[in-house]
C-alpha cells in the first residue's frame, strides 16, 4: 500500500467531490429547517407568548442537539475507520445545532445578526489558529487523529453556527431568502472558479466554502419554511425536513462514499 494509500485509510472524513458538497448544501438546509421544527414550531419561539428572555426555545433546541452532537462526534472519534452513516450524522447534528445556537445568539441573548457573525467568526478563527499551533496543519486531509479530529468538528460547529448568522443578516435586509440564496450560490461558484484556475491554497478554499455552504443552506432553508408574508413558500418544516433527509439517504446510497485525501496545499 502506498502513503496516499495508507493516509485515506486512516483519514475518517470523506473525500471532497462533487457528491460531498451536493449532500453538504443539503445537510445545512435540513439543519435549518430542522432545527426551526424544533424551536419554532414544536418550543413556539414564533408564536406571541413565547418567552422574552434568555431562557428560551432556542436554549433547549441547542442542548438538545449539543447533547446529540457530543454523542455523535465522540463516535466518529473514536471509530477506526471511515463510516459515511456516522460522518454525515455529525455534519447534520452540527448544522442543527449550529441553527439553534446561532438564534439563540443573536435574539435570545439580544446581540443582533451583525454581532452575533462577529463573535462566532472570532471563534471560527481562533478554533483554526489553535488547531494550526498545537499541530501546524489545518488541512482536512490530516484529520487521521483523535487531536485533529477534536479540532475538525469543533471548527466545522463553529462554522455551522456563522453560517446560519450570516444567512440570517442578509435574508432579513433588502435581499431577501431568494436573493440572498443567490448571493451565497455566487460566492461559492467563485470559490469553485479559484479552485480550477488559480494556485490559491486549497486548505483556504476548503473553509472558505465549507463555511459559505451554511448560509446558503440556511437560506434556501427559511425560504423554503418562511411564511409567504415574510417571503418564504410557507411549506411545512417538518415535512420540508423530511423530504431533505431523504434526499440525503438516497445521496449517500447513491454516491460512492470514501476516506479520501483532501487538498493540503
Not at 445568539?105 to 499551533?133: D, E, H, K, M, Q
Not at 435581499?175 to 443567490?182: E, K
Not at 490559491?200 to 466554502?209: G, K
Amino acid at each position: 500500500m502506498t502513503r496516499d494509500e495508507l493516509k485515506a485509510a486512516a483519514s475518517k472524513v470523506p473525500a471532497v467531490t462533487l457528491g460531498f458538497w451536493i449532500i453538504k448544501i443539503l445537510a445545512t438546509t435540513l439543519g435549518e429547517t430542522g432545527g426551526d421544527s424544533v424551536t419554532m414550531s414544536w418550543l413556539g419561539e414564533t408564536t406571541a407568548d413565547a418567552p422574552h428572555s434568555w431562557v428560551s426555545g432556542y436554549l433547549i433546541g441547542t442542548a438538545l442537539f449539543g447533547a446529540l452532537l457530543i454523542v455523535l462526534a465522540c463516535a466518529q472519534i473514536r471509530a477506526r475507520v471511515f463510516k459515511a452513516w456516522l460522518y454525515w450524522a455529525t455534519i447534520i447534528a452540527s448544522t442543527t445545532a449550529g441553527t439553534t445556537l446561532a438564534d439563540f445568539a443573536t435574539r435570545s441573548l439580544g446581540i443582533g445578526y451583525s454581532g452575533g457573525s462577529l463573535l462566532l467568526l472570532t471563534c471560527v478563527l481562533l478554533s483554526l489558529l489553535a488547531w494550526y499551533r498545537k499541530l501546524g496543519t489545518i488541512a482536512a486531509d490530516t484529520v487521521t487523529s483523535p487531536e485533529a479530529e477534536t479540532f475538525y468538528w469543533v471548527t466545522i460547529t463553529f462554522s455551522q453556527t456563522l453560517g446560519t448568522a450570516l444567512g440570517d443578516w442578509l435574508a432579513n435586509g433588502s435581499l431577501g431568502y431568494p436573493g440572498s440564496a443567490l448571493v451565497f450560490g455566487t460566492a461559492l461558484a467563485v470559490l469553485a472558479g479559484l479552485y480550477f484556475w488559480t494556485p490559491i491554497s486549497r486548505v483556504f478554499l476548503f473553509w472558505a466554502a465549507f463555511i459559505v455552504t451554511r448560509p446558503l443552506g440556511a437560506t434556501v432553508g427559511d425560504f423554503l419554511d418562511k411564511p409567504v408574508a415574510k417571503g418564504g413558500l410557507e411549506f411545512s418544516r417538518p415535512l420540508a425536513s423530511a423530504v431533505l433527509a431523504m434526499a440525503i439517504v438516497l445521496l449517500i446510497l447513491g454516491v460512492r462514499q470514501r476516506a479520501g485525501r483532501h487538498p493540503d496545499s
